[in-house]
């Protein structure tokens, strides 16, 4: 039984309870239901995909983003959300790695796709509703292409099932070169039991939701548990902290995920003073260590603040606070998740006791499938059944995980992962320069900033060539805020760029603030 079950269920329990909320109009069950139908009618129809397929989204949330999600379930196809801050390089590697049978572009980014030139050209390119076809004759327009399908189950397919996959998001590596996590439609169906158990979601329960649904975050840890359980969820194209407390006060939400840099911004606004918080029953936060200064101000307001632990190839979740422990475990990223194993190892695999800081190894039928046409990546993070998530733990003595460090040199500046080999890789390609390193800084906004270390050749170089370096090539959010020169990178004995010595060159990141 795939996933797009559930909402034909709730279509027959309640037909005309308001599924989506999006930009001022209520989408019903029955609705969201026919939506899903008519496109995956169209996808195995007019676009021929087929099961194992995969089919792209490049654009804001939307209500259709979603239909996507359960239309591709219903045909076991396979859905590729793209990060729309990518530049058009980014988005055709993607593509062409992924190889998509057809292409779904929201408005304002048709150009990016038009100008991408992935090799699998010959993929349909299909407008979302607001968006306008290029002049190629691969473009469509989806409300040309759906027609009126009568509700009910749509295009049957009953080799669609919880073991076929349904995602793969792509993350970056350290090597610089994304890689797709693969997640099943059994991954996503654990992860949303985890979800309701984080939260005690209830299918009373309103959802917030302005997290990009490119990444699990935003599609995963409620906006589709909710969709399970048929809660409502008010969806945002994308984050605006005007818009979200205008959702607050009008919509009255009962959850909400919101990262440390959209919880700032909203602090940071005149209205966080008045704003009537009492409909939230919690908020939701993870992607990066907490500050706890961050954590008090939310508490401050009435409202727990619980975080999750996990990362794109756990779905995410795979660690989190209940409300109940949000005091209790107060800077901590929770407990195992309801259907997860975690382990702390040293480098040797052996398990470390209480107390002690090893690895995090995650275990669960949540977790990826493995990366994408790399097989080589995939054995080497997942190992016997385990994630080796490369980040660094320990529990307490009364079982919190506490995350110590992240992905060695990983940067997360304002909840996206920034990975200083895709920086490097640009900056290795200027003769003027002789050698570089990337690393974070801390900062007040962003909690982190990329700040490029330059070492010049003899040719001289300014910071602002450096960093119109990175225009075009790679999105704005990962360009360096800063340029430090250096006549040479410190090294350590093997002759490797120091990192922690160039962190301390510029300032090392803060630490995770004690209690």
Same mark, same amino acid.
């Given at each position: 039984?795939?996933?797009?079950?559930? /909402?034909?269920?709730?279509?027959?329990?309640?037909?005309?309870?308001?599924?989506?909320?999006?930009?001022?109009?209520?989408?019903?069950?029955?609705?969201?239901?026919?939506?899903?139908?008519?496109?995956?009618? $169209?996808?195995?129809?007019?676009?021929?995909?087929?099961?194992?397929?995969?089919?792209?989204?490049?654009?804001?949330?939307?209500?259709?983003?979603?239909?996507?999600?359960?239309?591709? %379930?219903?045909?076991?196809?396979?859905?590729?959300?793209?990060?729309?801050?990518?530049?058009?390089? !980014?988005?055709?590697?993607?593509?062409?790695?992924?190889?998509?049978?057809?292409?779904?572009?929201?408005?304002?980014?048709?150009?990016?796709?038009?100008?991408?030139?992935? !090799?699998?050209?010959?993929?349909?390119?299909?407008?979302?509703?607001?968006?306008?076809p290029g002049a190629k004759p691969a473009w469509h327009?989806?409300?040309?292409?759906?027609?009126?399908?009568?509700?009910?189950?749509?295009? %049957?397919?009953?080799?669609?099932?919880?073991?076929?996959?349904?995602?793969?998001?792509?993350?970056?590596?350290? $090597?610089?070169?994304?890689?797709?996590? =693969?997640?099943?439609?059994?991954?996503?169906? *654990?992860?949303?039991?985890?979800?309701?158990?984080?939260?005690?979601? =209830?299918?009373?329960?309103?959802?917030?939701?302005?997290?990009?649904?490119?990444?699990?975050?935003?599609?995963?840890?409620?906006?589709?548990?909710?969709?399970?359980?048929?809660?409502?969820?008010?969806?945002?194209?994308?984050?605006?902290?005007?818009?979200?407390?205008?959702?607050?006060?009008?919509?009255?939400?009962?959850?909400?995920?919101?990262?440390?840099?959209?919880?700032?911004?909203?602090?940071?606004?005149?209205?966080?003073?008045?704003?009537?918080?009492?409909?939230? @029953?919690?908020?939701?936060?993870?992607?990066?260590?907490?500050?706890? @200064?961050? /954590?008090?101000?939310?508490?401050?307001?009435?409202v727990p603040l619980i975080q999750v632990y996990g990362?794109?190839?756990?779905?995410?979740?795979?660690?989190?606070?209940?409300?109940?422990?949000? !005091?209790?475990?107060?800077?901590?990223?929770?407990?195992p998740a309801l259907n997860n194993a975690l382990r702390?190892?040293?480098?040797?695999?052996?398990?470390?006791?209480?107390?002690?800081?090893?690895?995090?190894?995650?275990?669960?039928?949540?977790?990826? $499938?493995?990366?994408?046409?790399?097989?080589?990546? $995939?054995?080497?993070?997942?190992?016997?059944?385990?994630?080796?998530?490369?980040?660094?733990?320990?529990?307490?003595?009364?079982?919190?995980?506490?995350?110590?460090?992240?992905?060695?040199?990983?940067?997360?500046?304002?909840?996206?992962?920034?990975?200083?080999?895709?920086?490097?890789?640009?900056?290795?390609?200027?003769?003027?320069?002789?050698?570089?390193?990337? *690393?974070?800084?801390?900062?007040?906004?962003?909690?982190?900033?990329?700040?490029?270390?330059?070492?010049?050749?003899?040719?001289?170089?300014?910071?602002?060539?450096?960093?119109?370096?990175? !225009?075009?090539?790679?999105?704005?959010?990962?360009?360096?805020?800063?340029?430090?020169?250096?006549?040479?990178?410190?090294?350590?004995?093997?002759?490797?760029?120091?990192?922690?010595?160039?962190?301390?060159?510029?300032?090392?990141?803060?630490?995770?603030?004690?209690?």
């Amino acid at each position: 039984m795939d996933i797009a079950t559930w /909402i034909d269920r709730h279509a027959v329990f309640a037909p005309d309870k308001t599924a989506i909320r999006f930009a001022g109009a209520d989408i019903s069950y029955a609705a969201f239901a026919d939506r899903i139908n008519g496109i995956a009618a $169209t996808l195995a129809g007019r676009l021929k995909v087929e099961k194992g397929d995969r089919v792209a989204h490049l654009g804001f949330n939307s209500p259709d983003m979603l239909a996507l999600v359960f239309a591709c %379930a219903r045909l076991g196809a396979v859905f590729v959300p793209i990060n729309w801050r990518l530049a058009a390089p !980014e988005v055709a590697g993607i593509l062409s790695d992924c190889t998509p049978a057809a292409v779904f572009i929201g408005q304002g980014f048709e150009a990016i796709v038009d100008d991408a030139g992935f !090799e699998h050209r010959d993929a349909p390119l299909v407008a979302l509703p607001g968006a306008s076809p290029g002049a190629k004759p691969a473009w469509h327009r989806l409300d040309d292409l759906i027609g009126s399908p009568a509700s009910g189950q749509g295009p %049957a397919n009953d080799r669609a099932g919880p073991d076929d996959p349904i995602l793969i998001v792509y993350t970056s590596g350290t $090597t610089g070169t994304p890689k797709g996590a =693969v997640l099943t439609q059994r991954a996503l169906a *654990v992860n949303a039991d985890n979800s309701i158990h984080m939260h005690g979601l =209830v299918t009373d329960d309103v959802i917030l939701s302005t997290l990009p649904m490119f990444h699990v975050g935003g599609l995963n840890i409620q906006t589709l548990p909710a969709l399970h359980l048929g809660a409502t969820v008010v969806l945002h194209d994308k984050f605006d902290p005007e818009s979200a407390f205008d959702a607050i006060e009008r919509d009255r939400p009962s959850l909400a995920v919101l990262v440390p840099a959209q919880l700032d911004a909203l602090i940071a606004s005149p209205r966080w003073a008045d704003v009537d918080l009492s409909c939230l @029953r919690t908020i939701s936060t993870g992607s990066t260590i907490i500050p706890l @200064r961050l /954590i008090r101000s939310i508490h401050e307001r009435g409202v727990p603040l619980i975080q999750v632990y996990g990362s794109t190839e756990t779905c995410p979740i795979a660690a989190y606070l209940t409300i109940a422990d949000a !005091e209790t475990g107060i800077g901590s990223g929770g407990k195992p998740a309801l259907n997860n194993a975690l382990r702390i190892v040293d480098e040797a695999g052996n398990d470390l006791p209480t107390g002690v800081s090893g690895e995090i190894l995650v275990a669960g039928e949540n977790l990826m $499938t493995g990366y994408w046409r790399n097989p080589e990546e $995939t054995a080497a993070a997942l190992r016997n059944g385990w994630f080796h998530s490369g980040d660094i733990g320990h529990f307490d003595e009364r079982g919190f995980l506490f995350v110590d460090d992240r992905k060695k040199d990983l940067i997360i500046s304002g909840g996206e992962n920034i990975y200083p080999a895709e920086l490097e890789n640009v900056l290795a390609d200027c003769p003027k320069i002789k050698e570089a390193a990337v *690393v974070g800084r801390a900062d007040a906004r962003w909690g982190e900033v990329a700040v490029a270390v330059v070492a010049a050749t003899q040719v001289e170089i300014a910071a602002g060539e450096v960093l119109q370096l990175f !225009e075009g090539r790679l999105a704005r959010f990962k360009h360096p805020r800063d340029v430090v020169f250096v006549e040479a990178l410190p090294r350590n004995a093997m002759g490797k760029i120091d990192k922690d010595a160039v962190r301390a060159l510029i300032g090392a990141p803060a630490a995770r603030e004690a209690g």
